[in-house]
């Protein structure tokens, strides 16, 4: 793609292999998805501390057709009690698993808020475009997260600038 900004960090081999399945396979995408929270601090520089997993925003639309065609069965849900899916899937036939999100929420303590970026900022890894917030949303979006690995992240984004 052009425009698309080469990974300004070093990744691990396992990550630029999970990105590179996770850009091929969602490629055929309508809409506009992200890769979000550590993967996407890592993208944009920042040390992301542990990446245990790659967290993927798709449509609900997206999601209805990409995820069976890997395999994945279509629940609603999510990986922590904080956030709710409509759509949600883990594809473990990655270097580093792979969770996708579709209708993602995140609880502010009083309500389910969605979390939909409303920037969208293309990073070349190994020829492949991904696409994440850019830099000062995701560091918002994950502060917002509420917890303190997700805050330590948006202050090393914060201190990017």
């Keep these: 793609m052009a425009g698309a900004i080469p990974s300004p960090m070093a990744i691990s081999p396992g990550l630029a292999t999970s990105l590179t399945a996770i850009g091929t396979i969602i490629d055929g995408a309508n809409d506009p998805w992200w890769i979000i929270a550590s993967v996407a601090v ?4 920042a040390d992301p501390g542990s ?32 956030f709710w899916s409509s759509i949600f899937g883990r594809w473990t036939k990655t270097a580093l698993p792979v969770e996708f999100m579709a209708d993602f929420h995140r609880y502010s303590g009083m309500a389910w808020v969605p979390v939909l970026p409303t920037t969208r900022q293309a990073i070349e890894v190994d020829g492949t475009v991904v696409f994440i917030p850019e830099r000062a949303e995701m560091e918002t979006m994950i502060a917002e997260f509420g917890r303190p690995k997700d805050i330590e992240r948006a202050c090393r984004l914060a201190a990017l600038t």
């Design 42 to 45: 890592a993208l944009h520089g």
């Design 51 to 82: 990446v245990g997993d790659v967290d993927v925003l798709l449509s609900v639309a997206d999601a209805r057709h990409i995820l069976p065609a890997i395999g994945i069965e279509l629940r609603e849900g999510s990986a922590h009690a904080s």
